[in-house]
Structures are given as structure tokens and as C-alpha cells.
């Protein structure tokens, strides 16, 4: 079965008995022909709590089990006789137990052919000692470009893409050290969502800079794309925001705008380059689908965690897209790509930064920590923190890279001071708390995945 059948059985022939045939109800598990499946029906499942979707069971009368899960190429069988001595054993909440072990102890698998596993660690090889961690300062693109005393945007008329999290190393935000550069005029300003100030939630509008003066032009709301209006006169555009990591963030897709507006216009586009906050190294997704593209999602195939930088995914887009915009990224500097952001000495100027560093410190500390969102149509993360709701998905690690324990809990998330009446959270939900004594370990988009159909099999 773990080989699909074979040498005996056709591929189609073990897939059509292991696919589900009888959807689950509260209190009876989903079947597949002659397997029980996920979710299970009982409180507590033979199958444990990380076994896959696609695992499927057996249980006996006098307490015996068998689950096989083809995703990681494992199967565990339990031998009990309940009914000795008395006919009123128990053992139902052991072999699940037993099944969780077996799971939580499990290296990364090979997927069998054609399933492929979303998460993966993209880092040095380990067998490689990691260069020496350096003191010398990150230096953002802003940075660079001041310290190259702005040679390359000398002479030109500027437009400026930015926001509340573009600003400099001394805390200087974007809009002031360009205005103030020695020979760059800076002409107008655009904002992403949010607004130039990040304190919008609904449409942006376009308005004036009080203190510059220099008109904002909005990049969210009922105008997304720069207009040719918008666009006259400028020789090249800047563009400084500080992305999350995560492909729903809407900075990424304005950038893209803008790249597909000045392409045909001959304008030049400069992206001054930023730390990915939680890290270059880990990819980990589903991969969007080529027919779900939006706003929260520009480009296909991109998984949720990319582990790129802003410039980075510039290039990305206009290379694969085929955009053909006169791109120049100024690099940062001093940025190692395992370096979370808190490493990286700078300050936290975004609310999602924010949530994800309080997230990997809630991590350190071994406590909860809100998990990922994997729907583009239900919330958008950078919003996540003020609806009151934490969906969790944490491990605990142990002295094995992957030995862990989970359990369900009941959880009621605190409301967010601007909540009220029938928005504020009162009511408990249900999560998977996780404690890790390795952030790097945490793979959450694979625990999410898992801790639904737990939660799903849990509230039935």
C-alpha cells in the first residue's frame, strides 16, 4: 500500500479504495472503501494528530489499529487485546498516542511520485561551517543610496513609491532624504494600501503631503495603476516599503503596477532593497494557482512564504513576466539571508513586521503564536491582528530535530483595542498551540495544513 500497490495492486486500483467514498458527520468517521479516514469521528483519533489528510485506518474490536499514511511513506500497527482481563480495557486514547510519536519523530520524507509537499529550507548546506555572524549594520537601499551620495538619480525627476516604513537607518523617513538629495528633484509621491501614513484601512485617496507639499498619488482604492497622468514628467521612480514575506502582501503588487506602467514610458525604476522580516532562507506554500492571480496575489506559482526581498521579487516579476522595465535594484548591505528581523537592528515601522517578530519571539519564549492565512479571499494578514482572531499552529521540539507533541486548546483571543459590540472577540476557538526551541525548525504552512484537519476532526 505504501507503494501504491505494487507489485501487486495497479496505482488506480489502490487510490480508488483509499480515496474518500463517505464524507464524515459529527460522530462518524469519513470512509474510503473498507478504510476508515480522516477526520476519524472519535475524540481521540487512532490516527494521532499529525498524520496527513490523505491517511487512512483500520481499528479491530479488541483494540488493535493500523494507519498508513502515503504522503511520508509510513505505517504504524498497534497490537492490544482490551477485553483481557475483564472486557473493559481501554486503549484508544494509547494507540493515538503511539501514532503521534511515530509521526512527530519523522525526518523530512520523500513525497512518493507525483505528491508534492509544500515547505522547504533552502539554506547552506549544513555540512558547510555558516561564515561568522557580522556586527557591521544592515543597510537598507535608502542607506546605500545615501552613501553613494545619489549618483544615480542626479538630474532626474523623481517619483517616490513609499510609505510609513520607508525610512533610513537613523530614522529619517525616504520622503526627507530625497528631497533633501543633492541634485534629484523629487516631483510626487504614491501610496500603497494603507495610505502614506500606514493608518487607512479603506480606499486611499489621492491627496497633498502637508509638509512637502508634493501631491500623493493612491496606488490602492479606485485607482490601483499609475495613470499616465500620474506618470508625466517623471524620469524615474523610486520605490522604498518594507514587504512581510508572504505573497498576499499588497506592496509587492503596486510595485508590479508600476513596473508594468513605466516599461512602455522609458521610465527608469529604482527599488530600494529591504530584508525579507522573517527570513531568506525557508520556502514553504502551496504555489498559487495561474487562475487565481488578484491583487493579493500577482504572481503565479509564487508560494506563501517566498523568502525574497523586495528587490528580489522585482526582478523576479520583471524577468518572468516579461515586463521589460529599465529595473535597477540598490542591494542592501550587511544582510545575512537566515537573519530574522530583530537581527537586523532596525526598528519595527509596520504593524504585520511587528505581529511576525512577536510571533517568532512568542516562539522563543515557548509560547502561542498566531499561525499563517491561507486564504487570499477571507482575510489578508496584515489585517490579521485587528480581527481578534488567532488561528495557532506551533510544535514543540525536544532534543530530536523533530520530535514533538501537540495538543488542542481552547483559546480566546483578546480584542483589538479598536473593536466593539459584535466584532470584539468573546468566544473560545479552537487551536493548535506549538512551543519551539528552534524558530528555524517551524514549517508552518505544513502544520497548518495538519492542524486544520485536526481541529476538523476535533470539533466534530
Wanted: hydrophobic content about 35%.
Amino acid at each position: 500500500m505504501l507503494n501504491e500497490g505494487s507489485p501487486l495492486l495497479r496505482r488506480e486500483t489502490v487510490r480508488e479504495f483509499t480515496k474518500i467514498a463517505v464524507p464524515a458527520r459529527r460522530g462518524v468517521s469519513a470512509r474510503t472503501l473498507g478504510w476508515e479516514a480522516l477526520p476519524t469521528g472519535e475524540e481521540t483519533s487512532s490516527a494521532g494528530s499529525l498524520f496527513g489528510p490523505r491517511s487512512y485506518g483500520h481499528t479491530g474490536w479488541t483494540g488493535p489499529s493500523l494507519w498508513i499514511d502515503p504522503i511520508t511513506r509510513t505505517f504504524v500497527i498497534f497490537l492490544a487485546n482490551r477485553v483481557h482481563p475483564d472486557g473493559k480495557g481501554d486503549v484508544v486514547k494509547l494507540r493515538g498516542r503511539i501514532a503521534t510519536v511515530v509521526a512527530a519523530a519523522l525526518a523530512d520524507a520523500a513525497p512518493p511520485p507525483g505528491v508534492r509537499l509544500v515547505g522547504g529550507d533552502f539554506g547552506a548546506n549544513p555540512a558547510v561551517v555558516p561564515p561568522p555572524r557580522t556586527t557591521a549594520p544592515v543597510l537598507n537601499g535608502i542607506d546605500v543610496l545615501s552613501a553613494d551620495q545619489f549618483a544615480i538619480l542626479r538630474g532626474k525627476r523623481v517619483g517616490l513609491v513609499t510609505n510609513h516604513t520607508g525610512r533610513a537607518r537613523d530614522g529619517s523617513s525616504t520622503i526627507d532624504v530625497l528631497r533633501a538629495a543633492p541634485g534629484v528633484t523629487l516631483v510626487s509621491l504614491f501610496s500603497p494600501e494603507h495610505g502614506i501614513r500606514g493608518i487607512l484601512d479603506a480606499s486611499v485617496p489621492s491627496t497633498t503631503d502637508e509638509k512637502t507639499g508634493l501631491p500623493i498619488h493612491s496606488l490602492y482604492g479606485a485607482t490601483e495603476r499609475p495613470t499616465p497622468e500620474m506618470l508625466a514628467g517623471l524620469d524615474a521612480v523610486v520605490i522604498d516599503v518594507q514587504d512581510i514575506g508572504t505573497r498576499f502582501y499588497t506592496y509587492i503588487t503596486s510595485m508590479a503596477y508600476m513596473l508594468e506602467a513605466a516599461a512602455p514610458r522609458k521610465i527608469k525604476v529604482f527599488v530600494l532593497d529591504r530584508p525579507n522580516p522573517i527570513g531568506g532562507v525557508q520556502i514553504e506554500g502551496p504555489a498559487l494557482d495561474p487562475g487565481a492571480t488578484s491583487y493579493i496575489g500577482y504572481f503565479p506559482a509564487m508560494p506563501i512564504r517566498h523568502s525574497l526581498t523586495l528587490g528580489e521579487i522585482a526582478q523576479l516579476f520583471n524577468g518572468e513576466k516579461k515586463i521589460g522595465a529599465d529595473l535597477t535594484v540598490i542591494k542592501l548591505r550587511n544582510w545575512r539571508r537566515d537573519a530574522w528581523f530583530d537581527e537586523t537592528s532596525q526598528p519595527l515601522r509596520d504593524r504585520a513586521v511587528a505581529l511576525a517578530e512577536a510571533s517568532r519571539h512568542a516562539l522563543r519564549r515557548e509560547r502561542h503564536a498566531p499561525g499563517g492565512h491561507r486564504h487570499e479571499d477571507e482575510l489578508q494578514p496584515e489585517r490579521a491582528e485587528d480581527r481578534g482572531r488567532e488561528h495557532v499552529a506551533e510544535r514543540e521540539h525536544s532534543s530530536g530535530r523533530h520530535q514533538c507533541r501537540r495538543r488542542i486548546a481552547d483559546l480566546t483571543p483578546a480584542p483589538h483595542e479598536e473593536q466593539e459590540g459584535e466584532d470584539a472577540a468573546d468566544e473560545e476557538e479552537r487551536g493548535v498551540p506549538l512551543a519551539a526551541a528552534k524558530e528555524a525548525d517551524v514549517r508552518p504552512e505544513q502544520l497548518l495544513e495538519r492542524a486544520r484537519v485536526v481541529a476538523r476532526n476535533e470539533a466534530d
